[in-house]
């Protein structure tokens, strides 16, 4: 069903460039991997949106190549109905299973009212499944950090708790990322211990590593990171 799109994809590969994306996602099978960079799948994506082709490919979950993935992704940007492009993220979902991919999801027609997606950004999260929980949280770290913060939120986050990497990786990333838009409220959940050891000096690291967050925040930050962690 998808062998044309496949094709294509494979008209792309740079094997030298799938040397370098392999070791980006450790835990994809190096056959999985063809090395294909993303300006490339972005712009097969605005040429096949919306063909028949390109609807049966977005059917036919699970895809075999990191690629397909990103070209997945790639794909939801371009569903302009909020409802399609809803229903269309939960299947596709499941199927992640790395970063990259996570990290390239976010659908165009739910970003104009990210609050609607409030309760079903919990659910993700309480999911169980790894990468739906980072998108989850990735989600509320693009859209919720600025007018739409609540106090309550980073302290869910901040409840986490997974030997996961990339899951802890992830609130990492919203902890430095809130040390830049919401430094009250962050620097409390860091004072008070409330991340695990490891995360907490991840997010410090980040957060003192970030352009966004001062000068004297992070002469502060540095303050508190914990030893033997």
Not at 74 to 86: K, N, P, T, V
Not at 104 to 128: F, H, M, Q, T, Y
Request: proline content about 4%.
């Amino acid at each position: 069903m998808d062998t044309t799109i496949r094709e294509r994809i494979f008209a792309l590969r740079d094997e030298q460039y799938a040397a370098f994306d392999r070791r980006l996602v450790p835990n994809i099978a190096l056959e999985r991997v063809l090395g294909v960079r993303v300006p490339a799948l972005r712009a097969l994506a605005r040429e096949i949106a919306g063909d028949e082709e390109a609807e049966a490919f977005l059917e036919a979950l699970p895809h075999e190549y990191l690629e397909e993935n990103h070209l997945h992704a790639f794909l939801l940007d371009h569903i302009r109905d909020r409802g399609e492009a809803l229903a269309r993220l939960e299947a596709f979902l499941p199927h992640v299973d790395n970063w990259a991919t996570c990290d390239s999801l976010c659908p165009k027609a739910l970003r104009r009212e990210p609050e609607a997606l409030g309760p079903r950004v919990w659910e993700w999260i309480d999911s169980g499944r790894l990468y739906t929980a980072r998108f989850g949280i990735g989600w509320l770290m693009r859209f919720f950090l600025d007018e739409r913060f609540r106090p309550e939120q980073m302290e869910r986050v901040a409840a986490i708790r997974s030997e996961e990497y990339y899951l802890r990786m992830m609130v990492a990333w919203y902890m430095a990322t809130a040390c830049a838009k919401q430094y009250e409220s962050a620097i409390a959940v860091l004072r008070d211990g409330k991340l695990d050891p490891w995360t907490h000096n991840k997010a410090i690291q980040k957060a003192v590593e970030s352009f966004r967050v001062t000068d004297v925040h992070k002469a502060e930050l540095r303050t508190l990171r914990r030893r033997g962690a």
